[in-house]
C-alpha cells in the first residue's frame, strides 16, 4: 500500500460557517512524504500550515490550525473526508479564515475528492499502531483507545431530550464511511444559535448546514439523514480530529460525549507519551494477525449511565 495524493488540481465555493463570508478553497496533489497542508491564499507571506496535532489552537465549535491572521478553522469535516479515503498528501489553499460548511457534513468533501481521484505514489504508507491502552478524562467525557490491528471508532452520546442517548460502532473503511458517516450533518439547540450569533459566530449557520434540535423536536423540514445522525456526525467529527496524528493510526477508540476539545487534547497527549504508538509499514500490515475486536454494547453502562 502507498502513500496517496489526489490525481488533479479541484476547486469549490462555500460559506463559512462562522464568517458567513463565501471562500473559494482549492486543493492540490502533493509530494510523497509531505502530510496534509492548509494554506491562507489571501494572505501574502505566511507558509502553509501542517494539519498536526501541535498546531491545534483552538476547538471551539470546531477544530482550528495556526495563530493570529494565519489561522483556518472548521477543518474537521475536511480532514476527516481525507483520513477515510487514505490520503496523505495534499495542500488546500484557502481565500479566507475557515474552510466551507457545505451541508454541514462531509459529503460535499468526498464528491469533491472523488472527482478529482486518487494517484498513488513511489512511498510506502506508514500506519502508527497503539502499544498498549490508553485514556484521558475530562469531568464525564473520556476517550480510551485500546490495541488493533485496524482503525475502529465506538461513540457515545446522551443529551437528553429529543437528541436522547445514542451509540455507534464504526469499523474504518472507505465504504463504511462513506455510507454510514460522510452524510451525517453538524447539530446544535436552537436556543445555543442566538448565544453563538450574540458571540459573533455561527454567522453563516443555518437549517442548509446544521441539524437545529428546538424544544419540541427538530427544526429542519426534511428531517435527519440518520436515525443516530448525531453520534454519526461526532465520530466523523473525532475521525477528522484524529488525522491531526500526522499519520494513519491502528487502535480501538472508546468515546463518551466526545467534543472537539478532549478529541485535541488526547491526540496530544497520546502523541506525548513515550513509546505509545509504534511504526508499522503497510507491506507488514497485510500479512499482521486479525484484529482484535471488542463486542459492542457492553461497555454502555461504563460509557454513560456513570455520566
Ligand atoms: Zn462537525
Sequence with gaps: MLQQTINTKICAQGLG????????????PAPAGSGLRL?????????????????????????????????ISTIEHFLSALGALGVDNLLAEVDGPELPIFDGSSAEWL????????????APRIFQSLTRPFRLEMGDRSIEAWPAGRL?????????????????????????????ISRARTFCRAQDVEMMRRQGLARGGSLANAVV???DGLLNPEGLRYRDEFIRHKIL?????????GAPLLAHFTLRKPGHEINCRFLQAALAEPGLFHAVPAAELQNSRPA???????????ACNTA
Design 237 to 245: 467529527d473525532f475521525l477528522g480530529d484524529l488525522t491531526l496524528a
Design 39 to 71: 494554506k491562507r491564499s489571501d494572505l501574502t507571506g505566511p507558509p502553509a500550515l501542517k494539519a498536526v496535532a501541535a498546531n491545534v489552537t483552538g476547538t471551539t465549535l470546531s477544530t482550528t490550525l495556526g495563530q493570529g491572521e494565519n489561522s
Design 111 to 122: 464528491r469533491l475528492l472523488n472527482e478529482a481521484g486518487l494517484a498513488p505514489q513511489p
Design 152 to 180: 475502529s471508532v465506538e461513540g457515545h452520546i446522551d443529551f437528553g431530550g429529543f437528541i436522547g442517548r445514542q451509540s455507534f460502532y464504526y469499523v474504518a473503511s472507505p465504504s463504511a464511511f462513506t455510507a454510514e
Design 17 to 28: 460557517l462562522h464568517t458567513g463570508r463565501e471562500v473559494t478553497v482549492r486543493l492540490k
Design 292 to 302: 482484535r475486536s471488542r463486542p459492542f454494547g457492553l461497555f454502555w453502562e461504563e
Design 213 to 215: 434540535v428546538g424544544d
